[in-house]
T-cell receptor, first 114, second 115 residues
């Protein structure tokens, strides 16, 4: 069975602070994909990144960076110099390469205060 | 904008009624997925269709059914509605069903309220 754990239910930071959202997953599959999605207050789910299980390179996209460590089954997401517009619920998800569904964590609500 | 469209955006109905949610995938995507997001259950996978055929089933109730039409749009039918069915229903699409092209892009969702 697959499981995704986002232990941080809510995080509150002040603008310009760096913040890391944790994601730990469980799977017996050797090949899989990991995702991060953002859900702003408007409700839509916005795709942020996909990482293949065989690619442990960290990735940076502007103020966003992701740290994938297969040894600890973690796929953490860091926002550098946070902004008010980053306030949202962030979901980590896991998907087997040939499976239909994605398994989502419960989400982390990030509030960035001015 | 993900390119996935869902209608209606909001739906308010009464218990016992039946509703249909509609989804149009991104241009070229063959796979359509339905998810339910509720406060107590989180984001739950319901069902997947690939090129018109059911491919995977999740925690979908027997009162719920879905189909994908030849033009690839999909409909989720919810019947004998209960208060607990109130949720945000998402449709997602992907190019195929596995491999590097299986990133799921989500629509804006349909918020269903059952009174």
């Amino acid at each position: 069975a697959q499981k995704v754990t986002q232990a941080q239910t809510e995080i509150s930071v002040v603008e310009k602070e760096d913040v890391t959202l944790d994601c730990v997953y469980e799977t017996r599959d050797t090949t899989y994909y990991l995702f991060w999605y953002k859900q702003p207050p408007s409700g839509e789910l916005v795709f942020l990144i996909r990482r293949n299980s065989f690619d442990e390179q960290n990735e940076i996209s502007g103020r966003y960076s992701w740290n994938f460590q297969k040894s600890t089954s973690s796929f953490n997401f860091t926002i550098t110099a946070s902004q008010v517009v980053d306030s949202a619920v962030y979901f980590c998800a896991l998907r087997h390469t040939n499976a239909g569904k994605s398994t989502f964590g419960d989400g982390t609500t990030l509030t960035v205060k001015p | 904008d993900s390119g996935v469209t869902q209608t209606p955006k909001h739906l308010i109905t009464a218990t016992g009624q039946r509703v249909t949610l509609r989804c149009s995938p991104r241009s070229g995507d063959l796979s359509v997925y339905w998810y339910q997001q509720s406060l107590d259950q989180g984001l739950q996978f319901l069902i997947q269709y690939y090129n018109g055929e059911e491919r995977a089933k999740g925690n979908i109730l027997e009162r719920f059914s879905a189909q994908q039409f030849p033009d690839l749009h999909s409909e989720l039918n919810l019947s004998s509605l209960e208060l607990g069915d109130s949720a945000l229903y998402f449709c997602a699409s992907s190019a195929t069903t596995s491999g590097d092209t299986d990133t799921q892009y989500f629509g804006p969702g349909t918020r269903l309220t059952v009174l």
